[in-house]
């Protein structure tokens, strides 16, 4: 099965781990000098209906992921080691700005 990195944003992500779901595929990491993908990126939930900002990002890895199906991934790792915090846009949360 060939699959475009447009159609997993539409796919859900479990962990097989302790079967919880993780969101959707939010963005990709890709390595430039070898044009692999090294990581999937799911972007955190919306605190307070996101005017507080997100919860932290849960990065993937590529070798983390087990089977990729018509409408799930899943994959098999412990997302705290993997999560990150995203560098706060201008509009990443209303109140966040004023938080800080």
Do not use: Q
Not at 20 to 28: E, N, P, Q, W, Y
Not at 71 to 82: A, G, S
Request: net charge negative; proline share 2%.
């Amino acid at each position: 099965m060939n699959c475009r990195i447009v159609d997993m944003r539409n796919k859900d992500v479990v962990n097989i781990k302790d079967g919880t779901r993780l969101g959707f595929v939010s963005d990709v990491e890709v390595d430039t000098t070898t044009a692999t993908l090294v990581a999937i990126v799911i972007y955190g939930r919306p605190k307070c209906f996101g005017l507080l900002g997100r919860e932290d990002d849960c990065i993937i890895d590529w070798c983390d992921i087990e089977v990729i199906g018509e409408d799930t991934i899943l994959v098999n790792c412990t997302p705290k080691r993997h999560c990150h915090t995203r560098k706060c846009g201008k509009f990443d949360g209303f109140l966040g700005s004023f938080l800080r």
